[in-house]
């Protein structure tokens, strides 16, 4: 018959009623009121449990123990559990203030089983219960206990990938969570279930969601479902079988990773988000959406010029501006080059506008802007012709030559006769001069012809 004493008086009289001997009764004592410096003990196994269980606790009895005086301890030689006789079946317990109407014990000690109940569990009885002989540390009973692990919600899931995301590559993406399962030091594993949502979908912030995990069991949830209580943890601590295919092909396991193939441009803006849990089928919210941002190394492709030109050819003295712009994820510096005919570069600026001012021969030849983000670097050439200027048909010297031409025809013709001719002259907008005569004009007379020497007139 279970009982049950909350003073050390009645609890010493029972234990010397028990074992006859007053030495054990303060030994017994002394053990309930002793701040023992016990250390955890390491248990042969876990029991896991949400707040409120009842938890069955069973395990055998070590050969050492039958016979004897049992102490049940938790955590430490502070905190007894009960203590008990393992002589006969129905031996009487001794049981502390802090589990009274909480615990049953099972009359098994006498055939070798440790069998006990505890009610409406806590977080106050997560910790390790072993057996003890006495009140120190060597007094712990090898392989003789259980670990009580008290289940709870995960907090603060998140999503982050695993080094850059850079096209090409293969790349994972990690889920985190904090535990906050007691005792600390448990070995209860964290499961993980990983979301993407569907395309099309997440506007107002909202998603609709599918579950990651092998095709025959494909299905869309909604992730904002705070419970998520659909996982296939059963809380049984069985693993789960490993998946074969993920949905979409190009997913590797479903742990606390998971990995995408060969990162491609196209998976710009695909969105992630995981959930997890320790058991008992309490999982956590859902992680904060991760939006994929691939990167890239940038190519020729990524890079054009405005005006959208390769080669340009200026006359000798003309100006020109080039601006080159590159696509890069992350963002590109830019810095424009004269290769020189040796292909040695030199660079001219380091912004995106190549300005050529009031160019000349010297400058003739191949420019290169080039692209370069922590991926790598490429170029773009684009080529400069300089050319002269075109030489002006009516020259000053023309001028000369028509007019001594002209005159010299008439004199040979015998016009002496012709009362008016008139030579013009025009070369661009610079004005014309006629000694002698009006400025700024176009036209001359000789009337009639002077035959003195010389008769030249010239603009």
């Given at each position: 018959m279970l009982k049950y004493f909350a003073s050390p008086h009645l609890l010493c009289?029972?234990?010397?009623?028990?074992?006859?001997?007053?030495?054990?009764?303060?030994?017994?004592?002394?053990?309930?009121?002793?701040?023992?410096?016990?250390?955890?003990?390491?248990?042969?196994?876990e029991i896991a449990a949400k707040n409120g269980d009842d938890?069955?606790?069973?395990?055998?009895?070590?050969?050492s123990l039958k016979n004897t005086l049992l102490l049940l301890s938790f955590n430490n030689a502070s905190t007894i559990v009960f203590l008990?006789?393992?002589?006969?079946?129905?031996?009487?317990?001794?049981?502390?203030?802090?589990?009274?109407?909480?615990?049953?014990?099972?009359?098994?000690?006498?055939?070798?089983?440790?069998?006990?109940?505890?009610?409406?569990?806590s977080s106050?009885?997560?910790?390790?219960?072993?057996?003890?002989r006495g009140p120190k540390e060597e007094d712990v009973v090898e392989d003789c206990g259980k670990t009580l692990v008290i289940i709870d919600t995960p907090r603060n899931a998140?999503?982050?990938?695993?080094?850059?995301?850079?096209?090409?590559?293969?790349?994972?993406?990690?889920?985190?969570?904090?535990?906050?399962?007691?005792?600390?030091?448990?070995?209860?594993?964290?499961r993980y279930r990983w979301f993407e949502a569907l395309p099309n979908h997440g506007r107002n912030s909202s998603f609709l969601w599918r579950e990651l995990m092998p095709k025959e069991k494909e299905?869309?949830?909604?992730?904002d479902d705070?419970?998520?209580?659909?996982?296939?943890?059963?809380?049984?601590?069985?693993?789960?079988?490993?998946?074969?295919?993920?949905?979409?092909?190009?997913?590797?396991?479903?742990?606390?990773?998971?990995?995408?193939?060969?990162?491609?441009?196209?998976?710009?803006?695909?969105?992630?988000?995981?959930?997890?849990?320790e058991g008992l089928d309490l999982w956590s919210t859902k992680s904060l959406p991760f939006v994929l941002r691939p990167e890239w190394k940038p190519t020729p492709s990524d890079m054009t010029f405005t005006p959208a030109i390769s080669s340009v050819t200026l006359t000798s003295g003309g100006t020109t501006e080039v601006t080159c712009v590159a696509n890069c994820r992350p963002l590109c510096s830019v810095v424009w080059q004269k290769v020189s005919s040796d292909d040695r570069a030199v660079t001219l600026t380091e912004t995106d506008t190549l300005s050529l001012v009031k160019?000349?021969?010297?400058?003739?030849?191949?420019?290169?802007?080039?692209?370069?983000?922590?991926?790598?670097?490429?170029?773009m050439t684009l080529s400069l012709t300089v050319a002269d200027p075109p030489v002006p048909w009516f020259s000053s010297t023309t001028h000369v030559i028509i007019v001594v031409v002209v005159a010299t025809v008439i004199l040979a013709l015998g016009m002496t006769g012709v009362t008016l001719v008139i030579i013009k002259c025009r070369r661009r907008t610079t004005p014309i001069v006629w000694p002698g005569f009006t400025r700024n004009s176009d036209a001359v007379p000789l009337s009639p012809l002077d035959t003195r020497p010389s008769p030249v007139s010239y603009c």
């Open positions: 009289r029972k234990v010397h009623a028990i074992m006859a001997n007053s030495a054990v009764c303060l030994l017994v004592v002394s053990l309930l009121l002793l701040f023992a410096s016990c250390q955890n003990a390491a248990s042969d196994g938890v069955d606790f069973s395990w055998p009895l070590p050969d008990a006789t393992t002589t006969e079946p129905n031996s009487t317990l001794v049981v502390t203030p802090r589990y009274v109407g909480r615990i049953n014990v099972s009359d098994s000690l006498g055939q070798g089983l440790v069998q006990f109940t505890l009610d409406d569990v106050r009885d997560a910790g390790h219960y072993v057996c003890m998140t999503v982050a990938p695993v080094g850059p995301l850079l096209t090409g590559s293969d790349v994972k993406l990690r889920c985190a969570a904090s535990s906050l399962s007691l005792p600390r030091d448990h070995n209860q594993p964290m299905r869309s949830i909604d992730l705070p419970s998520l209580g659909n996982g296939n943890d059963s809380g049984s601590g069985e693993t789960e079988p490993e998946p074969e295919a993920m949905t979409g092909g190009d997913f590797g396991s479903l742990n606390n990773v998971v990995e995408l193939a060969s990162l491609d441009r196209s998976d710009d803006g695909r969105v992630f988000a995981c959930s997890t849990s160019v000349g021969r010297q400058q003739q030849g191949t420019y290169r802007c080039v692209a370069s983000n922590p991926h790598g670097n490429t170029f």
